[in-house]
C-alpha cells in the first residue's frame, strides 16, 4: 500500500515550535517513503477556535514552503459527514445516548456506563461509544508497544458532545480514512487518544492504521509546549532558521541554511527515523 501521511493542527492557537516538529517529521517520512503528504485542520471545536488561527497556520505552511499533496481540508466543513457515520454507528448498536452531565460525573475518570442501557432519545444528548473488555495494542516504532484495555481505563467515550460538537476521536478517525491516510506521525501527548481510534476504526470496518509518536517539545517550566501554555508562535519570516532548529531537535543531520524548499529537500534526502530520541519528551528546553 502506498504510504500517505498528513499534519493535522487544530486552530486552538497559533502553530508553535512543537507544531513545526511534527510538520517536519510527518513530511520527511511520506516524502522518504515517496508518499503523499496532506494537511487538515481540525476545526470542529468550533468555540475553542483561536481568532486568526487558522490564517495562521496556512501563512507557516506557505513561509516554510510545505506543498501538500492535495487541497487543504478543513472539518468545520464536513460535519454532514460525520453526521452520516453516527447514523452507521447507531444502526450498528454501537453507540448509546448519555444524560450525564460532568456535575453527574464527578472527578471520575473512567465512566461506568450508566446510560448504556436506558436507551434514552439521541436528541440533545452526548453520544458514547461502547468498548469492549479487552486489551488494543499497537507497536509504535519510538515508543515501543503500547496496549490499552479501554474498558479497563476509560469506559465507553464521547464521539458527539450534548452541545452538538463532534469530538476529535471521531473526526479524525472518519478522515484519516476518507482521505487514504497508512500512517500516523504525530505527537506523544496523543499516545492515549490512539487505542479509542483504533477501537472506532474497528467498529467502523476501516484498516487499522501506522502509528509514531513524537518526542514533545517542553519549555522552561518542564510542560510541553503547547497553545494553552502560550507558547510562542512561529514566526513565517524566520522559517529557515527553525526549520534548521526543528531538525536539530528530531536529531537529524543538520541541514544547510538555504530557501526552505531546499532545505526541505535536503532533510527529506537525509531523513534517519531511527535518530530520532526514543522517548516522550525531549531533552532541550525550548519556547
Known sequence: MDYVGRFAPSPTGPLHFGSLITALASYCEAKSNQGQWLVRIEDTDIPRIYPDSEQHILRCIDAFEFVPDGDILFQKDRLEIYEDVLVQLKAQHDIYACQCTRKMLGSN????????????????????????DEPICFDDPLQSRQCSNLAEDLGDFVLKRRDGIISYQLAVVVDDYLQGVTNVVRGADLLDNTARQIWLGHCLGYPELNYLHLPLAMNADGRKLSKQNFAQALDPDNASELLSQAAQALNQPPLDLDRPSTMLAQAVAQWQRERIPQSTILSQIYQ
Do not use: E, H, P
Request: aromatic share 8%.
Open 109 to 132: 475518570a473512567i465512566y461506568a456506563g450508566t446510560c448504556r442501557d436506558l436507551n434514552l432519545d439521541f436528541a440533545n444528548q452526548a453520544i458514547r461509544l461502547k468498548v469492549n
